[in-house]
């Protein structure tokens, strides 16, 4: 039972490719990638010698990697739930949220389906996308979608689900479905909606009533080889220019 | 020797790992579950038909590279190793763009109401464009290897062109074709990253075996591990059957 774990991360600590002094692996919710990238450029630059390695995914996917003992040092999951349970087996140490988002629906642009209200998800013949089963942009869709049944009838959240026609791997991979027209309609986060998005969707109006918020928590890695870098990049990611990097890319301050 | 135990060692220590997780935390019930049912039932629909179209289309094909010269024919030849040297995602990406809603082709057919992306049609695609080479090279060494003598002396005998072809040709050709039938299938089966950016993963119409181990993994790590071990137990079917009928065809040929 031991066996496995221990041989995975005999293996990826090899990969890594001898252990250099100053540098962390940030294990980041796929929605962070524009914002973290930039925010590692920035950190870099002011730590001569510093090395970030990003490593983006699902978050759920991220919290298997590390429950099978990956090298992260620091995690950045797009919901609690995940954060959660990466603490109650002790893999990470004071989890802080450290931004919010909200969910948006995009089309791709002239908008194929007609789709001009979240009503109109439910219709015949809308091909959806979405991200992956427990993806935690999933969830919060999910979550809004039982919602909005108040709303447009009670069956409406089931017939949404049931247009869905591919399960993705993460929110980044679920738009550029929509972005590239093969899809007529997705959930993303707000800051999934980045200029390059932008130009080729179009964004359908969800009430602001229905919308959830979305929480992120980050935190230190227990089994962290460099703390004190990990903890510096927390910081950083909390501190002024960290957060007016990510409110550049839509996310919101943390209560 | 040694680096032959060690070759050995490392391919099997990730297999028995496998093994040991699935034996040690009691993923059996994984097997059965809905994901993996569908994912069986698919895997298994989808490799089949491509392996029919494979072999109906790929065995005449391959008799024409092995045996008749013609303008272009160095070009064919290449483009047929392509899908096995591309990778497979590289090769998703050329299938969306090329069959895909707003694909050059996948475009006009948008037109009459043919959607390709996302249906089972969309994952054998994926699989025949990754799969054909392995048939279609074997095949066609296979072909080159029977004697032209042998089909002449056939046709002297007055059989028809297309009677000597499956009575005497493919007969000696067998052991090859099979072997070239097992390694398209197997990369079929094994077929990922164009099935997933082409096709798309949905439980039931486009989420193979493999998109099914990758989609759990977000969710149920021991049914990922369990799929896997399934997997695994066909790939020693496969092999083992392949090797005892190659054996048995050499057997009837000498």
Known sequence: ????????????????????????NVFA?????????????????????AEVRLNFAGSSALLTQIQQGAPADVFASADEEKMDSALEDGLVEEPRAFVTNELAVIVPEGNPAGIESLGDLAGESVTLVLAEDGVPVAEYTEALLSNADAEYGEDFSGRVLGNISSREVDVKAAANRVSLNEADATFVYESDITPDIEERVEIVEIPPELNVVATYPIAVASATQNEELAEEWVEFVFSEEGQRILESWGFEPAG | MAALALLAGFIALPLVSLVIWTLSEETWEAMTSPVALDALRLSAFTTAVTMVIILIVGTPAAYVLARY????????????????VLPPSAAGIALLLAFGRAGLLGEHLTAFGITISFTTAAVVMAELFAASHFYVRQASVGFAQVDRAVEESAMVDGARGITVFLRVTVPLAFPALLAGAVMSWSRALGEFGGTIIFAGNFQGVTQTIPLAIFSELERDFDAAVALSVLVLAFAFVVIFTARYMTRKAQGYQE
């Open chain 1, 1 to 24: 039972m031991v066996f496995v774990p221990v041989f995975l991360l005999a293996v990826l600590a090899g990969c890594g490719g001898g252990e250099r002094n100053g540098s962390i």
């Open chain 1, 29 to 49: 919710a796929a929605s962070l990638i524009d914002a973290f990238g930039e925010m590692k450029e920035a950190f870099e630059g002011e730590n001569p010698g």
């Open chain 2, 69 to 84: 010269e013609f303008p272009g024919k160095r070009l064919v030849d290449s483009l047929v190793d392509i899908p096995a």
